[in-house]
């Protein structure tokens, strides 16, 4: 088997993934990443175990658990304090998006990410695969497929603040959620969902200290994308953001471009053709019923009425939901949420 080429359009979390589990079975690769650098600040993302076991297929796994903090298992709770059940979260690692780049980028060789380089299709003629990794608004599937950006909305709210708290967790109420996570720094991560902060204002501790530390909160929309036919066309396969943007209800969306990166490299270390086939097999199925998944807890969390209900169901299913641990599967997301 000759020198086999592999272009990746983004260079992103999903798109390195796929860059060094590329490299890994001999292909030769080049990122291209509109990006001047790799940012330097942001905020955490949430690892689970499925997502950590592939960075360790990449030989990642350890350079990730140092840099990234394990949490504990979160409380959630109604906005008066009142506890509604328990997260297990124990086997999860909390790394910020800057530090998660870092490991993945350090990985590969300097020259391959190609920073301030924006690429298309009609750059990509001469690679035998080319890999779409450049997020909800992917050009690259806007050439291939007809899917929709949807709107969900809901407003998600987002930063980091120096208050440290001993564990994370999430308070459901009334319209919204807000959420907490330590960091390996000592500082906070927290997000929260809600038509406007001052929602929050009367939560529980440390809610309203947070939120009055709070600079640089950064405000969104929370989208997600239509599901998709195919992950692959022709030579291209589309990963992360790009293939199966999700609602961050899960927490699942940095974990699923990990996971796709390193499925669809080891799916490419035989045939091409057949191994695209393969990827888009393993991979679509799974990411679509998280997708779902997430939009429904989504809509959980908005709901103005019935809200004691809601509380108790979710009290049910925390106590009845198993314990988050290590697959050797990768496919396998029963515990991803």
């Given at each position: ?9 983004g ?24 990006s001047a650098?790799?940012?330097d ?6 690892i ?11 030989g ?10 394990r ?6 709770r109604?906005p008066d304090?009142?506890?509604?059940g328990?997260i ?8 910020t ?5 870092g490991v ?10 190609r920073?301030?380089t ?11 695969v ?12 806007g050439?291939?497929?007809?899917a929709t ?14 208050v440290p708290v001993?564990?994370g967790?999430e308070?459901?109420?009334r ?14 991560n ?6 406007d ?8 501790d440390p ?10 909160v ?12 195919s ?10 953001d790009?293939?199966h ?8 969306g ?7 990166g ?7 270390a ?20 998280l997708a ?9 969390a908005?709901m103005?009425?019935?809200t004691?209900?809601?509380d108790?169901g979710l ?6 939901a ?5 697959s ?10």
């Open positions: 088997m000759g020198l086999r080429r592999a272009a990746v359009i260079g992103g979390v999903g798109g390195l993934a796929a860059a060094v589990g590329l490299r890994r079975h001999g292909w030769e690769v080049d990122v291209f990443e509109r650098a790799l940012p600040v942001g905020t955490g993302l949430g689970w175990p499925d997502a950590v076991a592939a960075l360790d297929r990449l990642l796994g350890d350079a990730a658990r140092r840099v990234g903090r949490q504990s298992d979160g409380v959630v109604k304090g009142t506890v509604i328990t297990g979260a124990s086997s999860v690692h909390l790394l998006r800057p530090a998660l780049l993945l980028a350090g990985a590969l060789p300097d020259g391959v990410v920073f301030g924006a690429a298309g299709l009609a750059d990509c003629d001469g690679y035998d080319v890999v779409g990794a450049d997020g909800i608004h992917s050009a690259v599937r050439e291939l497929f007809d950006v949807r709107r969900s909305g809901a407003i998600g709210w987002r930063g980091t603040v120096d001993d564990a967790g308070t459901w109420g319209g919204g959620k807000f959420g907490l996570t330590p960091q390996a720094d000592g500082r906070t927290w997000y929260a969902m809600g038509s902060l001052s929602l929050f204002a009367d939560w529980h809610i309203p200290r947070v939120l009055a530390a709070a600079t640089d950064l405000r969104h929309e929370l989208l997600h994308l239509s599901p998709l036919p992950y692959v066309s022709g030579k291209v396969a589309l990963i992360g790009a293939a943007a999700m609602t961050p209800d899960l927490g699942q940095a974990c699923q471009a990990i996971i796709d390193v499925v669809l490299a080891e799916c490419l035989g045939d091409v053709e057949a191994g695209l086939r393969s990827y888009d097999a393993r991979r679509r199925r799974v990411t679509r019923r779902a998944r997430s939009l429904q807890l989504n809509r959980l908005r103005r009425r019935f004691g209900l809601r108790l009290r049910v299913a925390l106590a009845l198993p314990r988050p641990s290590w050797a599967d990768l496919e396998r997301d029963e515990l991803a949420g």
